[in-house]
Structures are given as C-alpha cells and as structure tokens.
C-alpha cells in the first residue's frame, strides 16, 4: 500500500491494555494511527511504540461520551492524518457492583461510555467512510454480554453493542462498510486487574483460577484481541460483516 492509499485508523480507549496492542498491530499492519483516548497525555507511550517502530501515529484526548469532543477529535484526526476509515470503539469502564448496590451513576457512566460512545464515534467517522466507499468498524464486546454476576451496567452495554453492531452492519453495507464485534474473555488489563482487587483475590491468583476454566488452559493477552481485529479491519474481510466472535480460550455456554 503506498502512502497516497494509506488508511487512517482511529482506536479508542488505546492508552493501556486491548486498545494500545490493537494500535499497535494496526499501525504494523500499515495503517496511520490515531490514538484515542480521556487522557491525551497517557496516549504518549502507544504513540512512541508505533512511532520508533517506523510507523505513523498520532496522540488525541477525548471524551467519547461527549458529542462535541468526538466531532473535535475526528476533525482532528482527518486533517492531520487523513479521513478515518477505521474505527476501532474500545474505550471502556468498569463500575462493578451487584444490583442492589448499584447507583444511578454507575449504570449511565458505563453506559454513557460504551454505547453512546461507540454510537458518537461511529456516527461522526462513517461520512468519511461513506465517501471513501470503504469502511470497517469494529466494536469491543464481552463474553459478559452473556450475563456475569456483578455486572449489571456492564453487560448490558457490552450485549447492546452486539445489536448495534449488527444494525450498522445492515444500514452500511451498501457503502462498502463492515461492522463487526469481538467479544474477549478474560484478558490480563488494567480492567480485569481491578475484578480480581473487587473480589478479593491477588491478581495472579485470580489468573491461575481463571486458566483451569479455559479449554486453552491459559488467560488472554491484549495482543490475542488485536489479532482479531486487525482480522476485521482488513482489506480482505470486505464480506464479513455483523459478525460477533467471541476470543475466550473456547466455546461459552
């Protein structure tokens, strides 16, 4: 691919664990990065990885949740690196709790972040893939979309982003755009670090118990997600499209 034909890819949530090794792979992959996420600052790593590996990347704070800041940021992106027709929506939160115990901001702050952001994000990059009459979407789910105790917010959205993913499969397709999801078990992240601590388990520990459940006999890493997607997001995936696979080891029940 020549520089002219480079394609532009937006990661989000890609300062730390799924989202910097999916930035990290794509920008292998020969596309120019845009690295995404709350905190611009803590892109700065991602960005030095792809960057002294002779790739092209780029560091953008922003707020998904918030309309105005995702337009911003996408305008951002498409004049400093070219129209984004890569969308990767990863940015995530965790406000674990059971549902008793669970407060009106912990369900709309996960929401708010999950849906709406993936919803904003795809909203404000499909004109640049409609233009380009390419176009791949990506949307991070869960195997907790199939229902995990103490997750409530969480695996709603990470179930709604399922459907949503399916509908901007039907409604984009005749512009030569993909949505696909990946579904990831138990990944080794800052996120699933936090579970193990909410539970009350030493991180390896909670590991190794994790392991014996996997027919693979091992926990995932980040690199495992991004291979998936980097599978999605390519050039030779134009007729896969509203399809969720699920990165666990194995088959769930």
Known sequence: ?????????????????????????????????????????????????????????????????????VDAAVARVASELGAPTVLVNNAGVLRDNLLFKMSE?????????????????SRACQKHMVDAKFGRIVNLSSSSALGNRGQANYSA??????????TLAI?????????????????????TAATAERVGMGFEEFQAAAATQIPVQRVGRPEDIANAIAFFTGEAAGFVSGQVMYVAGGPLN
Do not use: Y
């Not at 611009?40 to 960005?47: G, L, M, Q, Y």
């Not at 901001?105 to 994000?121: C, K």
């Not at 755009?177 to 800052?190: E, R």
């Open 1 to 69: 691919m020549s520089t002219t034909e480079q394609r532009v890819a937006i990661v989000t949530g890609a300062a730390r664990g799924i989202g910097a090794a999916t930035a990290v792979r794509l920008a292998a992959e020969g596309r120019a990065v845009a690295v995404l996420d709350l905190d611009e600052a803590a892109c700065k790593d991602t960005v030095e990885k792809i960057t002294a590996a002779g790739g092209k990347a780029i560091a953008v704070g922003c707020d998904v949740s918030d309309a105005e800041q």
């Open 105 to 121: 901001i912990d369900w709309d702050t996960v929401m708010n972040v999950h849906l709406r952001g993936a919803f904003l994000m």
């Open 157 to 166: 959205a990470k179930a709604g982003l399922q459907g949503f993913t399916k």
């Open 171 to 191: 409604e984009l397709g005749k512009f030569g755009v993909t949505a696909n999801a990946v579904a990831p078990g138990f990944i080794v992240t800052d996120m």
